[in-house]
């Protein structure tokens, strides 16, 4: 190895939090990762990491060379990119995390279609609605869904999320259906236990907000049980129309109190503010923006249903 492979070697340690990790991650033995570390201190004489068994620290000096580490091998990864053609610039692997409802529904659809574009490419996707770290993780590329507070990270909006709330022709039969938000206390509801709220907040068509404080007939943490279990009847759900629209568009699922809007969010690509974005995944993201974007296709129908 040369100190370019010496420096990434640190960098991992670093942002993997240990060389375990740095270890699995790149598929190299923690002996030679700990040699590695060890050449590059005695090279640049002076110590960069407080090592113990379990994990690893930056001393001053290392939180300086890590900082500009960072750069000279994102300059480099960036030079090489710039001086590969477009086909080899998509070789390689992309780690992606999404969440599990719209990941298996949406965007294993768009990925089949990009991974026959791009036959070269190895992509592995971790299909859960956990909040994963990327950069210990090691994924370059996350697919999210809400209000994003992490400043350490970069995103790229790639489609408006709208919720709608909805429930079963069944159920307003049985139970009837709320003319006001106040109206919900009285009902059946479905809750997403993720969202960390028991509250909505609407707006009505003059852009007063409502806040209603609901307490939950059933819990989960899956959109698509929930979706189920609105259209069996239960209950009154909040949910996001890239679960509910077939629902919708078959009558399976009514819209209730559709002169009221629920706030809107936005799916997110994410990846770390520290590290190179790679041509393929810069890809990949443009690929998405275009197959969904503003006017996504399970919203397409959706206004009609609601007037």
Request: hydrophobic content about 40%; some cysteine; aromatic content about 8%.
């Amino acid at each position: 190895m040369g100190q370019l492979e010496d420096m990434n070697v640190f960098i991992r340690v670093v942002e993997t939090g240990g060389i375990s990790r740095a270890a699995d991650q790149m598929g190299i033995a923690k002996s030679a990762i700990s040699r590695r570390l060890v050449d590059l201190e005695t090279r640049l004489g002076v110590r960069l990491l407080n090592r113990t068994t379990r994990t690893s620290s930056l001393t001053e000096a290392g939180q300086s060379y890590y900082e500009r580490a960072i750069k000279v091998i994102d300059d480099v990864a960036e030079l090489n990119a710039m001086t590969t053609d477009s086909r080899c610039a998509l070789e390689g692997t992309i780690r992606l995390a999404a969440p599990l409802s719209f990941g298996l529904a949406h965007l294993a659809p768009a990925i089949s279609v990009f991974a026959k574009e791009h036959p070269e490419l190895t992509i592995n996707i971790d299909f859960s609605d956990r909040q994963i770290d990327l950069v210990e993780e090691g994924f370059d590329l996350a697919f999210r869904i809400a209000d994003l507070k992490d400043s350490t990270l970069v995103a790229r909006k790639i489609s408006p999320i709208r919720l709608i709330l909805c429930a079963s022709p069944i159920y307003i039969e049985e139970y009837g259906k709320p003319k006001t938000p106040g109206e919900l206390k009285n009902h059946n509801f479905l809750q997403y236990n993720l969202s960390g709220s028991s509250s909505l907040k609407f707006k009505d068509k003059k852009g007063k907000e409502h806040l209603v404080k609901l307490s939950a007939k059933m819990n989960s943490n899956n959109g698509d049980f929930l979706r189920d279990m609105a259209i069996a009847g239960h209950g009154i759900l909040a949910t996001p129309t890239f679960i509910s629209w077939k629902a919708l568009a078959t009558g399976d699922l009514v819209p209730v109190l559709a002169d009221f809007i629920l706030p809107q969010r936005h799916a997110y690509a994410v990846y770390p503010q520290t590290r190179y974005l790679s041509q393929r995944t810069r890809v990949l993201i443009d690929f998405l923006v275009e197959r969904f974007g503003d006017n996504p296709y399970w919203d397409q129908n959706i206004d009609i249903i609601t007037k």
